[in-house]
């Protein structure tokens, strides 16, 4: 396996001060030798080479010069063996032989289409996720993989479809892990099962979220129905739960008191008349009794 190996690159503006003051030299020199050519002066064809010569590798050496931008590393290379990479920003000089590949380090997003798979209970759900991740080993991912960027997203995808398999789109029992219940979870997984997958190519996953889910529209009707019906159930146990506590009270506030003593069979009626004032869902109607208790 490649490792990056980080290389330091000489100053590229010394570098060019000096080109340009020996191209201005060489300039000079040829100038005085073509003089000379039309003054008829002897040996002057050894000096026009030796000017033309020194043209070409000042051209040569012109081209070692390269830039690096912020955030940013050149990966050099010479003749297919890799020598380093550059993370020095500015104008940098080396080897005019190495070939420089530009390679990005900035933060990058992706964001995964929306796949249509089946949870865990086989219900079908669409899911898409937000992958933010940055290349950390320009080696790796040059040389590791073929196309670091498409194999990244193609590994994302699949960690998405993985995870969206192992858990139920909704929670349907007490302490069971779901896809909307526990996104903080969900989340922490995913990056992880994200980045096991591109150890290999050079890239570190700063976060992985889930953007989109929801039932497939097949079956989303239905589910809404059931999620409707699932929360009438838990909001009727809390009021029943409620009502029976309140219930309860007042008999213990009347008995403490003793503002009235009650039979067995109006305690009866007395809690039987609360529950169904406190769990109704419509407001009731109140009946003035007139008369006495037993009548």
């Known amino acids: 396996m490649i490792r ?4 330091p690159a000489g100053s590229g503006l010394a570098w060019l001060f000096a ?14 030798a073509v003089r000379s050519a039309l003054a008829n002066l002897p040996g002057v064809g050894p000096r026009i080479f030796l000017g033309v010569l020194a043209l070409v590798l000042i051209a040569l050496l012109a081209a070692g010069l390269f830039v690096v931008n912020p955030n940013e590393a050149k990966v ?3 003749f297919g063996s890799y020598r380093g990479t550059v993370h020095t920003p500015g104008l940098r000089w080396a080897n005019p032989f190495l070939t420089k590949t530009k390679i990005s380090v900035r933060v990058r997003n992706f964001e995964t289409g929306k796949l249509k798979v089946n949870d865990n209970r086989g219900n079908p759900i669409e899911i898409a996720a937000v992958v933010v991740w940055k290349v950390v080993d320009t080696a790796e991912a040059l040389f590791e993989v073929d196309n670091f960027e498409n194999y990244m997203h193609v590994q994302s995808e699949s960690a998405v479809r993985g995870l969206a398999t192992n858990y139920p789109y909704d929670t349907y029992e007490d302490g069971e892990a779901s896809l909307t219940g526990n996104l903080g979870d969900i989340a922490t997984r995913l990056q992880t099962e994200i980045q096991d997958r591109l150890e290999k190519a050079g890239v570190k996953v700063i976060e992985a979220r889930i953007s ?13 129905q ?18 029976v506590g309140m219930v309860e009270m007042a008999l213990d506030q009347l008995s403490k008191q003793n503002i009235v003593r009650l039979d067995e ?5 007395m809690v039987s008349n609360l529950l169904v004032v406190l769990c109704s869902d419509r407001a009731t109607t109140p009946v003035v009794n007139t008369g006495s208790l037993y009548t």
């Open 19 to 32: 080109l340009l003051l020996a191209f201005v030299v060489d300039l000079l020199w040829l100038l005085s």
């Open 212 to 224: 989109h889910l929801a039932y497939a529209p097949e079956i989303a009707g239905p589910m809404l």
């Open 4 to 7: 990056e190996l980080k290389r």
């Open 76 to 78: 050099l290379q010479l």
């Open 226 to 243: 059931r999620q409707q019906a699932t929360a009438i159930i838990a909001a009727r146990q809390r009021i029943v739960e409620g009502a």
């Open 265 to 269: 069979e109006r305690k009866a009626a």
